[in-house]
């Protein structure tokens, strides 16, 4: 069974500068979130989907944040624009029932 | 507001027990975590344990719970090298099972 698919891997951009970030979750994962990691840090939930449906967005900072599941399944995280305290890993899980949750490899951004 | 605590360090040496605790707040009646983030990679599930057990035996792996004192721990018996990582401990939220929230973590290193 593949795992859940993030890209990019790595990515560096300057302050004001706008990034996306992709996921591909575990198919048959209705259930996706987005995390994001500072170093040092345990992660910390952004957004939740439940299939094309937003359950939890109230720690996304909406001013500069977005994400989207528009068909249910793959998923985006955009940042616009980036600031430097955005810099940290952005971590994608998926969950077939709302419990044990899969992540992905994540997105280190670095933002300078 | 519900916060997960770990101490931030542990070292053992090698062939030794490790022992990694986590204070919580609060958590709904579900799943409590144990997951392992390795260097550049995403988090993995190491273990959990059901609300209503107070252990958890998994091969080398012994989870604790303690629930009156909102305290987990997570064991590891015969450490070795390939357990050098970072442990998070993850507890569901009160208001929602679906959500957990993570500990900072704490970062084993094995001594020779």
């Known amino acids: 069974e593949a795992g859940v698919a993030q890209s990019p891997r790595y990515k560096i951009i300057e302050k004001r500068q706008s990034v996306a970030f992709w996921c591909n979750p575990i198919s048959g994962h209705a259930t996706l979130y987005w995390y994001q990691q500072i170093l040092g840090q345990g992660p910390k939930l952004l957004i939740q989907?439940?299939?094309?449906?937003?359950?939890?967005d109230s720690q996304l900072p909406k001013d500069r944040f977005s994400a989207e599941r528009l068909k249910g399944v793959d998923s985006t995280l955009k940042i616009q624009p980036a600031k430097l305290e955005d810099s940290a890993v952005y971590l994608c899980a998926s969950s077939l029932s709302g419990t044990e949750q899969f992540f992905g490899p994540g997105t280190r951004l670095t933002v300078l | 507001g519900e916060d997960v605590e770990q101490s931030l360090f542990l070292s053992v040496r090698e062939g030794d027990s490790s022992v990694i605790n986590c204070t919580y707040t609060d958590s709904s009646s579900t799943y409590l975590y144990w997951y392992k983030q390795e260097p550049g990679a995403g988090l993995q599930l190491l273990t959990y344990i059901f609300s209503n057990m107070d252990m958890k035996q998994d091969q080398r792996l012994t989870v604790l719970l303690n629930k009156k004192d909102k305290h987990l721990s997570l064991r590891i018996a015969d450490t070795q090298t390939g357990d050098s990582a970072i442990y998070f401990c993850?507890?569901?939220?009160?208001?929602?099972?679906?959500?957990?929230?993570f500990g900072s973590g704490t970062r084993l290193s094995i001594r020779p």
């Open positions: 993850a507890v569901p939220r009160y208001s929602s099972a679906s959500k957990i929230i």
């Open positions: 989907f439940q299939n094309n449906g937003v359950v939890d």
